[in-house]
């Protein structure tokens, strides 16, 4: 079984330029979520996706993110533009069912480490 | 507001020593506390704990959760270089499936 998948591992983009990043869940997952953790910080949670719908986006920092997920698989994840406070690696995580009702754990990807210059 | 902290913040010791690492919390709801290693990329999954004083065993490590006192540790015995990696705890809190973290826990095993 393939595991969650990101694109790309690493991003290097000017201040102002505009960067989409791209998650794989494992095939069959509804549930996916986007974690970040920026330099020195703790890693804080984004958002979460059942399917297409957005379950739960209360960690989304400021417009400038945007996050799709259209036919309810792989999701991705806009910055634009970009600011240096963006900088950081990008986890996406999935699980089948909601993870925590079946007491199974998330699967994360290797991330997407961002550099805004 | 909800808070995780981890201590220390890094650890160097040599192989076969033990460790233990420390995560306190402070969050509304509390429902679980997790426990993941991260070497160079993905975080990969080692406990999950929801009771008080049953301890969760792998292996070489160990993991107990307190919730009275609103604290786990992480035990690792006869350590490897392998065991090199940044250890993270997080908690969930009911009603929400996003996980609330901790800076984590550098661990450096020298041979």
């Known amino acids: 079984e393939a595991g969650v998948t990101q694109f790309p591992s690493h991003s290097v983009i000017e201040k102002g330029q505009t960067v989409t990043l791209r998650c794989d869940p494992i095939?069959?997952?509804?549930?996916l979520y986007w974690y970040r953790r920026v330099m020195g910080k703790e890693i804080k949670f984004l958002l979460h996706?059942?399917?297409?719908?957005?379950?739960?986006e209360s960690g989304m920092p400021n417009n400038r993110f945007l996050a799709e997920r259209t036919g309810g698989t792989y999701s991705t994840l806009k910055v634009q533009p970009a600011e240096l406070e963006d900088s950081g690696v990008y986890f996406c995580?999935?699980?089948?069912?909601?993870?925590?009702?079946?007491?199974?754990?998330?699967?994360f990807g290797n991330g997407t480490r961002l550099t805004v210059t | 507001e909800d808070k995780v902290v981890q201590s220390p913040l890094s650890l160097v010791v040599h192989e076969g020593d033990t460790v233990t690492l420390n995560c306190s919390y402070e969050?509304?709801?509390?429902?679980?506390l997790l426990w993941y290693k991260q070497e160079k990329k993905a975080p990969t999954f080692l406990f999950m704990l929801?009771?008080?004083?049953i301890e969760k065993k792998s292996g070489r490590l160990s993991s107990i959760l307190d919730k009275k006192e609103l604290f786990s540790i992480l035990n690792i015995t006869a350590t490897q270089t392998g065991d090199s990696a940044i250890y993270l705890c997080?908690?969930?809190?009911?009603?929400?499936?996003?996980?609330?973290f901790g800076k984590g826990t550098k661990l450096t095993v020298n041979p």
């Open positions: 997080a908690v969930t809190q009911g009603g929400s499936e996003k996980l609330v």
């Open positions: 995580a999935s699980s089948l069912g909601l993870w925590s009702s079946y007491n199974s754990p998330l699967h």
């Open positions: 095939s069959g997952h509804d549930n």
């Open positions: 969050v509304t709801n509390f429902r679980s």
């Open positions: 929801t009771s008080s004083g």
């Open positions: 996706f059942v399917k297409e719908s957005k379950q739960d």
